[in-house]
Nanobody
Framework: QVQLVESGGGLVQAGGSLRLSCTGS????????MAWFRQAPGKERESVGA????????EYEDSVKGRFTISRDNAKNTVFLQMNSLKPEDTAVYYC???????????????WGQGTQVTVSS
């Protein structure tokens, strides 16, 4: 099992940047594929991207490609979401998630954080 805690959300103006962190408990963090999701008001939760166990393989949704960067530091049990050139439509609650494979993440991750609010003002 892994418990996930996100941090770093807040209010930022359009065009600005934020970096979210997600720290996992336990000594098996490096065995999990990690992902970021987001849910805007009145919308379904959607994927932002995912990163493999070693950090070499990273996937992004088209809506954030070129603006967001996912990375991880397994020594610190932490995965990051660097968000640049933020737009008002990026406003959402951002969640990190973990599972054992990319396929499992796409089907619905087993472990979720509690979420952190990101608000982008125009």
């Amino acid at each position: 099992q892994v418990q996930l805690v996100e941090s770093g959300g807040g209010l930022v103006q359009a065009g600005g940047s934020l970096r979210l962190s997600c720290t996992g408990s336990g000594r098996t963090f490096s065995s999990y594929v990690m992902a970021w999701f987001r849910q805007a008001p009145g919308k379904e939760r959607e994927s932002v991207g995912a990163i493999g166990r070693s950090g070499v393989v990273v996937e992004y949704e088209d809506s954030v490609k070129g603006r967001f960067t996912i990375s991880r530091d397994n020594a610190k049990n932490t995965v990051f979401l660097q968000m640049n050139s933020l737009k008002p439509e990026d406003t959402a609650v951002y969640y990190c998630a973990a599972d054992t494979t990319f396929g499992n993440l796409r089907r619905g991750p087993e472990y979720w954080g509690q979420g952190t609010q990101v608000t982008v003002s125009s």
